[in-house]
């Protein structure tokens, strides 16, 4: 049951009459104390912990990448051609930083621009308590 549907079947449950016996308060109830709730609530929590250090995983996958680009800031063909001037930079030097970089842009090439890490829909109805749930 998704979150709006779930918020507008309490809000329905809410305004019923509680005298009409037309709402199953022990349902209701056990949702809210019962049993299954510190089973439910610890399920989801686990499964939560596990989203997160798959989302964690993702990030970290990547920070190489951050990094090159933080470092290749700095290079800009005037910053090449002042190397040159001053001797800093020769063919060899040149052609280990063409390298690098097409190794960068192959790597680009392949990042996932994202990824499932929570495929989770809690259910609160138990068997037919609720109709339509």
């Known amino acids: 049951m998704r979150a709006t549907s779930l918020?507008?079947?309490?809000?329905?449950?809410?305004e019923k009459p509680l005298d009409g016996g037309e709402?199953?308060?022990?349902?209701?109830?056990?949702?809210?104390?019962?049993d299954d709730h510190k089973a439910l609530v610890d399920a989801l929590a686990q499964h939560m912990h596990v989203a997160l250090e798959h989302a964690e995983r993702f990030?970290?996958?990547?920070?190489?990448?951050r990094d090159a680009v933080v470092?290749?800031?700095?290079?800009?063909?005037?910053?090449?051609r002042l190397e040159v001037a001053q001797g800093q930079r020769d063919l060899e030097?040149?052609?280990?930083?063409?390298?690098?970089?097409?190794?960068q842009l192959q790597y680009v090439k392949t990042i996932k621009?994202?990824?499932?890490?929570?495929?989770?829909e809690v259910h609160i109805a138990h068997g037919s308590r609720w109709p339509g749930a």
């Not at 918020?7 to 809410?14: D, F, T, V």
């Not at 470092?71 to 090449?80: C, E, Q």
């Not at 621009?113 to 989770?120: E, H, L, R």
Request: charged share 25%.
């Open 59 to 65: 990030r970290d996958e990547h920070l190489a990448f």
């Open 7 to 14: 918020a507008s079947r309490a809000q329905e449950l809410m």
């Open 23 to 34: 709402v199953d308060l022990e349902g209701f109830g056990m949702i809210i104390v019962g």
């Open 113 to 120: 621009p994202s990824m499932c890490v929570v495929d989770t």
């Open 71 to 80: 470092a290749n800031r700095a290079v800009t063909a005037d910053s090449m």
């Open 93 to 103: 030097l040149f052609r280990a930083d063409w390298k690098r970089f097409n190794q």
